[in-house]
């Protein structure tokens, strides 16, 4: 008995609340009024192809056909300096580097050192500079130091909770479906049934409280179709979570996928798969800044990927799996409008066929944790990711 009442209790608290209509979503108990997303780039993004460093005197003989046009020419990079530049893909996010509202890191790399998707995947999710070290997520173990507070603060948008959020603090999710409504009478009836019992009446009374989270803060888009496939579901599911976020009750953590990354063959440049998944995330990002309101200034969104891409591409005018990419950071929170990176040049690749990691991206996650959600730096070194204290925060990058 005591195994299905908690397989009953897990079907209303999860999927099973979707499957009769309520959006798996609920109140935040956080106490801030600070927001996080994190956008996981599944699939290892190019960043020389989405932060492409024209300014280094090696890049169009390094990138062959697959470099950009020039700032100028038609379809051509967007400058942020003397070195680095946008993709023309990325010019709906173009703005927010002018406002001081973005940041971006370039030779950057988690620990890991080899180039499995699954293995990349893991390292950047768990925290860790191991694959498969812990089973729990950098950002669950960052709410749990809020202690009871954090209580449904975090949510997971789209079907399934990624590994970046799991772990002992409870976290929501939330997905679109055509699926109706419970009816009112049904659920008070429901309710009523399970009144006095522990699990039941908690799961339906959270389902009752999210389904009006849910209907005053996307209205008639809580029945949105299912989202398109690859990078254009971040585009759509981003400004629907950026509403969420915003609501006073809503949550304040959310972690988002984009995928389409894996870009082995028609990788293109101005065209191709990988111009397509640009401009997927930036209208994305641009929707959500849209949708947030006057939150934004609240929030820092950060886009990070398992792994960079080879800097020469091969033969199937794509490129393969390599190691140091790019990272960008969000947020009207941010004191931004800059590029930051040791920059190792491409005349000195590692192992003679990747950019070189100089930076652990960990290091930005750290600084927004330490900076925005205030959490001490001995916590961030020992709890949330253990055994980094090597690894310091970024001075500097958010607003006083």
């Known amino acids: 008995m005591s195994s299905r009442r908690d397989f009953l209790v897990g079907a209303i608290a999860g999927a099973g609340v979707a499957a009769i209509g309520l959006p798996r979503i609920a109140f935040a108990r956080v106490p801030t009024e600070k927001r996080l997303v994190f956008v996981v780039l599944r699939g290892a993004m190019d960043g020389l192809a989405a932060l492409p460093p024209y300014g280094d005197p090696h890049y169009r003989e390094v990138r062959g056909y697959l470099a950009l046009p020039e700032p100028g020419e038609e379809g051509g990079m967007i400058p942020l300096d003397r070195r680095f530049a946008l993709n ?80 002992p603090v409870p976290v929501a999710s939330w997905a679109p479906t055509r699926l109706p409504g419970l009816a009112p009478d049904l659920l008070a009836a429901l309710r009523a049934s399970y009144r006095g019992d522990p699990h039941f009446e908690m799961a339906l009374d959270e389902g009752a409280q999210s389904e009006a989270l849910a209907e005053i803060a996307l209205g008639d888009e809580r029945a949105m179709a299912p989202p398109g496939p690859g990078a254009n579901a971040f585009a759509e599911l981003a400004p629907a979570a950026g509403k969420l976020l915003a609501a006073a009750d809503g949550p304040r953590v959310a972690v988002i996928e984009c995928l389409g990354w894996d870009t082995h063959q028609g990788q293109g440049t101005v065209k191709g798969r990988m111009a397509d998944t640009l401009w997927a995330l930036a209208r994305g990002i641009a929707g959500m800044k849209q949708s947030l309101g006057p939150a934004w200034r609240e929030t820092v969104v950060m886009a990070a990927t398992e792994f960079g891409r080879t800097a020469r591409p091969n033969g199937t005018d794509g490129t393969d799996h390599g190691t140091a990419t790019a990272a960008f950071l969000f947020g009207g929170a941010l004191a931004g409008g800059r590029v930051i990176a040791d920059w190792p040049g491409l005349d000195r690749l590692y192992q003679d066929r990747d950019l070189a990691p100089t930076r652990d991206v960990r290091a930005a996650t750290k600084t927004v944790l330490r900076d925005h959600f205030e959490i001490p730096e001995r916590d961030l070194d020992r709890t949330v990711f253990p055994e980094s204290v090597g690894t310091k925060p970024v001075d500097g990058l958010m607003r006083p």
């Open 88 to 167: 023309a893909a990325l010019a709906p996010i173009a703005p927010l580097f002018k406002d001081g509202d973005a940041i971006a890191f370039h030779a950057v790399a988690t620990p890991y050192r080899d180039r499995s998707h699954f293995d990349g995947q893991d390292v950047l999710e768990n925290g860790t500079a191991t694959p498969y070290e812990r089973r729990d997520g950098w950002l669950n173990r960052a709410l749990e130091l809020y202690g009871a507070g954090a209580q449904h603060a975090g949510l997971a948008v789209g079907n399934g909770v990624p590994l970046t959020l799991r772990g």
